[in-house]
Nanobody, 128 residues
């Protein structure tokens, strides 16, 4: 089992950058594919980016791939989301998630149901 804690959210101006972090507990972090999702109140949670167990095979929501970057450090048991040129529509609660069923060198799933563990989320607010 793994516990996930996000950090790094906050209030930023449009056009700025922000880096979110997700720290995992447990000894088997490298066995999980990881992903970031985001959710706005009243809307469904949406996939943002995913990365496989080894740090490869990153995939992104099509509309975000030019501005967002996912990375991980298995030694630090952490996954990161770097967001550039933020827009007011990026305002959301951002969650990291872990998929314990993922195989090595497999593109992470974009489906919420594929993920077994979730953090509590970190709020990102982008002002115009």
């Amino acid at each position: 089992q793994v516990q996930l804690v996000e950090s790094g959210g906050g209030l930023v101006q449009a056009g700025e950058s922000l880096r979110l972090s997700c720290a995992a507990s447990g000894h088997t972090f490298s066995m999980y594919a990881m992903a970031w999702f985001r959710q706005v109140p009243g809307k469904e949670r949406e996939f943002v980016a995913g990365i496989d167990r080894s740090g490869g095979k990153p995939n992104y929501a099509e509309s975000l791939k030019d501005r967002f970057y996912i990375s991980r450090d298995n030694a630090e048991k952490s996954v990161y989301l770097t967001m550039h040129r933020l827009k007011p529509e990026d305002t959301a609660n951002y969650y990291c998630a872990a998929d314990q069923q993922a195989k090595l060198w497999t593109t992470p799933s974009i489906l919420e149901d594929a993920y077994d563990y979730w953090g509590q989320g970190t709020q990102v607010t982008v002002s115009s």
